[in-house]
């Protein structure tokens, strides 16, 4: 306990950050992917082409790669039209945006198959009813399909806790690089530093799965 307390507030600001990009990226992912599942389930050759040719490139790369794109390439492009532009650029806005952008493709892929698993028969009772595409999409489809999209959501969220470690490379300042930096310092007895980083992503990751099981119980319940 010696060796903890003394940094311990720095594993907890670097904790709070890993929750602040988390909290902020995640949601834009969840947007993202909607957008590209509804992209890539349109009749239209235009809309549907550049959603799955988006979603098989970020799953098919590593995603240090694209931060390395996003923070250097996409800033130095900023920089080459207007130099004040690149400080758009920063570990923050890099590490939300890959993290964003990222998991866009994979939660994608999470709604096409949660779509998917609603019967079609009842779209097509329901435009027989005379609803619109949007209606029958909103009032039938969607709210079959969030209870089965809640678990593999959440596992999501989970590795994005973990992936969020990827910021440290670029001087993002997150529980990971917090851990590395006193693991360096103290490479005789690092073992106590792996414990506390273990703990604290312990901490942040278990609520949201509880929470998680809660609302989908909730929610099949509703159906």
């Given at each position: 306990m010696d060796v903890i307390w003394p940094v311990l507030p720095s594993f907890l600001v670097g904790a709070r950050n890993t929750l602040l990009y988390c909290?902020?990226?995640?949601?834009?992912?969840?947007?993202l992917g909607l957008f590209l599942a509804?992209?890539?389930?349109?009749?239209?050759?235009w809309l549907r082409n550049p959603a799955r040719i988006f979603i098989e490139v970020v799953r098919g790369t590593p995603i240090v790669a694209?931060?390395?794109?996003?923070?250097?390439?996409?800033?130095?492009?900023?920089?080459?039209?207007?130099?004040a532009w690149a400080l758009w650029i920063n570990n923050w806005t890099a590490g939300i945006g890959t993290?964003?952008?990222?998991?866009?493709?994979?939660?994608?892929?999470?709604?096409r198959a949660g779509f998917l698993s609603v019967d079609k028969g009842q779209a097509e009772a329901a435009l027989s009813l005379g609803l619109t595409p949007a209606q029958d999409f909103f009032r039938i489809q969607l709210p079959q399909a969030i209870p089965l999209m809640i678990p593999p959501f959440v596992n999501d969220f989970i590795y994005l806790l973990k992936d969020s470690a990827i910021i440290s490379v670029i001087a993002g300042t997150e529980l990971t690089s917090v851990l590395n930096f006193y693991v360096r310092k103290n490479a005789s007895n690092p073992m106590p530093f792996f414990l506390l980083a273990i703990i604290l992503y312990l901490l942040m990751s278990l609520p949201v799965s509880y929470i998680a099981k809660r609302l989908e119980r909730r929610l099949r319940a509703a159906l």
């Amino acid at each position: 306990m010696d060796v903890i307390w003394p940094v311990l507030p720095s594993f907890l600001v670097g904790a709070r950050n890993t929750l602040l990009y988390c909290i902020v990226s995640f949601p834009l992912a969840l947007v993202l992917g909607l957008f590209l599942a509804l992209m890539d389930g349109s009749q239209y050759i235009w809309l549907r082409n550049p959603a799955r040719i988006f979603i098989e490139v970020v799953r098919g790369t590593p995603i240090v790669a694209q931060i390395f794109i996003v923070y250097y390439g996409l800033g130095a492009i900023l920089a080459s039209v207007n130099p004040a532009w690149a400080l758009w650029i920063n570990n923050w806005t890099a590490g939300i945006g890959t993290l964003a952008l990222n998991y866009a493709a994979y939660e994608a892929e999470i709604y096409r198959a949660g779509f998917l698993s609603v019967d079609k028969g009842q779209a097509e009772a329901a435009l027989s009813l005379g609803l619109t595409p949007a209606q029958d999409f909103f009032r039938i489809q969607l709210p079959q399909a969030i209870p089965l999209m809640i678990p593999p959501f959440v596992n999501d969220f989970i590795y994005l806790l973990k992936d969020s470690a990827i910021i440290s490379v670029i001087a993002g300042t997150e529980l990971t690089s917090v851990l590395n930096f006193y693991v360096r310092k103290n490479a005789s007895n690092p073992m106590p530093f792996f414990l506390l980083a273990i703990i604290l992503y312990l901490l942040m990751s278990l609520p949201v799965s509880y929470i998680a099981k809660r609302l989908e119980r909730r929610l099949r319940a509703a159906l």
